[in-house]
């Protein structure tokens, strides 16, 4: 696996044997990012210390809060006001 960064949307992403055997002229292979779809000459050879942005992270949903019985709810509410300020 090769890091490799896109000369026009900046992306840094790994490319497999698929680049090594890309059409080329020396280092520089014609090779397709996956970020934006866009075909150019990259040299595949060159060591790209960027940490890899392609593929996004996945955003994960934050878990959902379980429902409290209202016994829970009373008690959360007494555990609450022990800390409110009299005046």
């Known amino acids: 696996m090769t890091k490799i960064k896109c000369k026009k949307c900046m992306a840094v992403f ?3 044997m698929g680049a ?3 059409p080329h002229i020396g280092p520089l292979h ?3 990012c ?3 779809g866009k075909r150019s000459w990259l040299n595949i050879y060159s060591s790209v210390k960027e940490p890899i942005t392609w593929p996004p992270e ?3 949903k934050p878990a ?3 429902e409290l019985t209202d016994e829970e709810l009373e008690q959360k509410r007494i555990e609450e006001s022990k800390y409110e300020k009299s005046i």
Do not use: S
Request: with cysteine; glycine share 6%; aromatic share 6%.
């Open 58 to 60: 996945k955003q994960t």
């Open 34 to 36: 996956p970020a934006c």
């Open 20 to 22: 090594v055997l890309a």
């Open 64 to 66: 959902p809060t379980p």
């Open 14 to 16: 790994e490319q497999g």
């Open 30 to 32: 014609y090779v397709k």
